[in-house]
């Protein structure tokens, strides 16, 4: 579960990584909303993309399972008395969003969607990596192990099926074009310590 295995060119910065000054209550919400959002895409996929059955069938389970997710924050969160408050604005996913190349055949925009979506669930599932090896709260680290596993999963279904619709050599040629603008990204971004992404 290391940098090579997540294909990302640019770990995080080692501030975000120093969670003793974090303030997990504004991690948690953050995330139980980025966990709203992996739901919500995956349903956009699903009506977007009736025709297609395999990535149908394989959407609604990740639904389900990104739902379940939304739903094990809330309960983190309420066993610590924090409410979930207003949705906030993530500055990395409205970032990386501009990377998508706009027109293209039907297939190359869906490839563009499911790279958006590999690449965003395999730098969550590093920083849960880092959650779980830092955080003090022995509860939150053993939840968050099972979310790193979880993502890293996740991330490369989004990965195998791009490939599958337009194949191996233009998916990860257009990958590392994708992972090379997230690195420019992610070094320009402010580092939020209240913030998942």
Same mark, same amino acid.
């Given at each position: 579960?290391?940098?090579?295995?997540? #294909?990302?060119?640019?770990? $995080?910065?080692? !501030?975000?990584?120093?969670?003793?000054?974090?303030?997990?209550?504004?991690?948690?919400?953050?995330?139980?909303?980025?966990?709203?959002?992996?739901?919500?895409? #995956?349903?956009?996929?699903?009506?977007?993309?009736?025709?297609? $059955?395999?990535?149908?069938?394989?959407?609604?389970?990740?639904?389900?399972?990104?739902?379940?997710?939304?739903?094990?924050?809330?309960?983190?969160?309420?066993?610590?008395?924090?409410?979930?408050?207003?949705?906030?604005?993530?500055?990395?996913?409205?970032?990386?969003?501009?990377?998508?190349?706009? #027109? #293209?055949?039907?297939?190359?925009?869906?490839?563009?969607?499911?790279?958006?979506?590999?690449?965003?669930?395999?730098?969550?599932?590093? !920083?849960?990596?880092?959650?779980?090896?830092?955080?003090?709260?022995?509860?939150?680290?053993?939840?968050?192990?099972?979310?790193?596993?979880?993502?890293?999963?996740?991330?490369?279904?989004?990965?195998?099926?791009?490939?599958?619709?337009?194949?191996?050599?233009?998916?990860?040629? !257009?990958?590392?074009?994708?992972?090379?603008?997230?690195?420019?990204?992610?070094?320009?971004?402010?580092?939020?310590?209240?913030?998942?992404?």
């Amino acid at each position: 579960m290391d940098k090579t295995t997540l #294909g990302l060119n640019l770990p $995080t910065d080692p !501030r975000w990584a120093n969670v003793s000054e974090m303030d997990l209550a504004e991690i948690l919400i953050d995330h139980a909303y980025c966990e709203q959002k992996a739901a919500s895409s #995956g349903i956009s996929l699903i009506v977007t993309y009736p025709e297609r $059955t395999e990535l149908v069938e394989v959407m609604t389970d990740l639904v389900a399972e990104e739902w379940g997710h939304f739903e094990r924050v809330l309960e983190k969160m309420k066993a610590r008395g924090i409410t979930l408050g207003r949705k906030r604005n993530d500055e990395y996913v409205a970032a990386i969003s501009k990377i998508s190349k706009s #027109g #293209g055949s039907r297939d190359e925009q869906l490839v563009e969607k499911l790279l958006l979506n590999a690449l965003i669930e395999a730098r969550s599932c590093e !920083r849960f990596k880092l959650l779980w090896k830092n955080i003090g709260d022995e509860d939150l680290s053993k939840f968050y192990y099972e979310l790193m596993i979880s993502e890293a999963g996740h991330y490369h279904t989004f990965l195998d099926l791009a490939k599958k619709y337009k194949g191996e050599e233009y998916t990860m040629t !257009r990958w590392a074009e994708i992972l090379e603008k997230e690195a420019e990204i992610i070094q320009k971004l402010e580092v939020r310590s209240d913030r998942m992404h």
